[in-house]
């Protein structure tokens, strides 16, 4: 407790500072090389928001260590944290990935799924995957004849090491989740974390190994402990910046 007392803080802290040293961010938002029209683009930390042109530009106040949500309607969130580099007059450039809603399978009977395993054609008890660990085993299976065709292919255009990152941005997505739906009340009562800062720290963590483990085993209380140790070493980070800003 004595630690979480000391981050908030820090909180209270930095976020006076912040306040006093708002600059101007320049951005631009692309779907790969495309321009991406009407994204909202809001400050978490101050709620200003700005919205970008028909090239993808914006321009909003922030400072070091803002949380910078950017929201359309046919593309997939994303959270970017500031840092002394986003201020330089050249601006930044904001990726944007197509938001792809996937349909749920359509029972057409009343009667349970008819397994293999019922009807007699399989004795062993079949792998269940993940959709993006089916991309890959499809995209990289070897048949007794030799190399499938479409694997093959795949290899030699580049689709493997595609559907591969697929599959693990889909296992980094769902680290995020489980951390956003399972810690947020202890976020928001142990450090104060708002809705948007919690999703911000969950995002930022959730491409780490350590974190996946605890998610996989269910091991909350050390998820407790890390959660509070990264947001400290935000803390620091932004400290640090502060510092070298008054240099």
């Known amino acids: 407790m004595k630690r979480v007392g000391v981050t908030f803080i820090f909180l209270l802290f930095f976020g006076n500072l912040f306040a006093q040293n708002e600059e101007i961010v320049r951005g631009r938002v692309m779907n790969d090389t495309i321009p991406v029209m009407g994204v909202h683009v809001q400050n978490l930390h101050t709620q200003l928001f700005s919205t970008t042109d ?20 046919s593309m997939q969130t994303v959270f970017r944290n500031i840092a002394k580099a986003d201020f330089q007059v050249t601006g930044i450039v904001i990726q944007m990935k ?118 996989q085993e269910n091991n909350l209380k050390d998820l407790e402990f890390m959660l509070i140790d990264v947001w400290v070493e935000l803390q620091g980070m932004l400290e640090r910046e502060l510092k070298n800003e008054k240099q």
């Open 54 to 73: 028909e090239k993808g530009y914006f321009t909003i106040k922030a400072t070091i260590g803002n949380t910078l949500q950017l929201t359309h309607v």
């Open 98 to 215: 197509e938001h792809i809603n996937e349909l749920e399978e359509v029972q057409v009977t009343k009667h349970k799924n008819i397994t293999a395993q019922e009807l007699g054609i399989l004795q062993h008890t079949p792998i269940r995957r993940t959709y993006g660990e089916k991309k890959v085993y499809s995209n990289t299976r070897v048949f007794s004849g030799g190399l499938d065709v479409a694997a093959l292919i795949n290899a030699i255009t580049g689709k493997r090491k595609r559907i591969k990152k697929d599959l693990q941005n889909e296992r980094n997505m769902a680290v995020a989740t489980y951390i956003s739906e399972n810690m947020g009340n202890f976020l928001k009562k142990e450090l104060k974390l708002s809705e948007e800062e919690i999703n911000a720290l969950a995002y930022y963590v959730m491409e780490r190994p350590e974190f996946h483990r605890a998610v």
